[in-house]
T-cell receptor
Framework: GNSVTQMEGPVTLSEEAFLTINCTYT??????LFWYVQYPGEGLQLLLK?????DKGSNKGFEATYRKETTSFHLEKGSVQVSDSAVYFC??????????????FGQGTILTVHP | GAVVSQHPSWVICKSGTSVKIECRSL??????MFWYRQFPKQSLMLMAT?????????EQGVEKDKFLINHASLTLSTLTVTSAHPEDSSFYIC???????????FGPGTRLTVL
């Protein structure tokens, strides 16, 4: 079946540090891949997405590239800010048939950025 | 944007009572809505998928008689937790997809506490 594995957190960084949150997946078919962010007290927000191999999703300085050969979708940001402190979820969208559009989530990674 | 609201944001009820949670897409028509549970420090678990005008599809292990889902219109879905018990206490989150896309937009969640 489909699954998503994220690096375990929590991750604690100083402001302006480089961020990588690893995400790997197993899936049948050709899923779309997503990163969602959940700020304290709020709902999940779509951060970025990629729909096919070698696509790069980007938003707010965050990037992730859909790597089919390594089944990965690692999230990166060159210089984090305190306001990036949140929980980050990697997810894939099941493809085909009655499962179309259903999301499978990773376990989430808590990021804390200190000034 | 694509805004999804949930009501109430939190609810406390006595064991044995039923609780209804509403999920609304405020500025778009949602062909499909999804309901999730999120346990503390854990990922989201998909409970069911609902399409307007048809019966909800439940994930394996989710009791459909306990978690009643109604999708009455293209902008409203409701989740009713029937005969709630303390083990039903959780954070319930809905999401909605626009017509023709697989990107899910999430509500802010509802915290249910059953005493």
């Amino acid at each position: 079946g489909n699954s998503v594995t994220q690096m375990e957190g929590p991750v604690t960084l100083s402001e302006e540090a480089f961020l990588t949150i690893n995400c790997t997946y197993t899936a049948t078919g050709y899923p779309s891949l997503f990163w969602y962010v959940q700020y304290p007290g709020e709902g999940l927000q779509l951060l970025l997405k990629a729909t096919k191999a070698d696509d790069k999703g980007s938003n707010k300085g965050f990037e992730a590239t859909y790597r089919k050969e390594t089944t990965s979708f690692h999230l990166e940001k060159g210089s984090v800010q305190v306001s990036d402190s949140a929980v980050y979820f990697c997810a894939l969208s099941r493809s085909g048939g009655t499962s179309y559009g259903k999301l499978t989530f990773g376990q989430g990674t808590i990021l804390t950025v200190h000034p | 944007g694509a805004v999804v609201s949930q009501h109430p944001s939190w609810v406390i009820c006595k064991s044995g009572t039923s609780v209804k949670i509403e999920c609304r897409s405020l500025d778009f028509q949602a062909t499909t809505m999804f309901w999730y549970r999120q346990f503390p420090k854990q990922s989201l678990m998909l409970m069911a998928t609902s399409n307007e005008g048809s019966k909800a599809t439940y994930e394996q292990g989710v009791e459909k008689d306990k978690f009643l889902i109604n999708h009455a219109s293209l902008t409203l879905s409701t989740l009713t937790v029937t005969s709630a018990h303390p083990e039903d206490s959780s954070f319930y989150i809905c999401s909605a997809t626009r017509v023709g896309t697989d990107t899910q937009y999430f509500g802010p969640g509802t915290r249910l506490t059953v005493l």
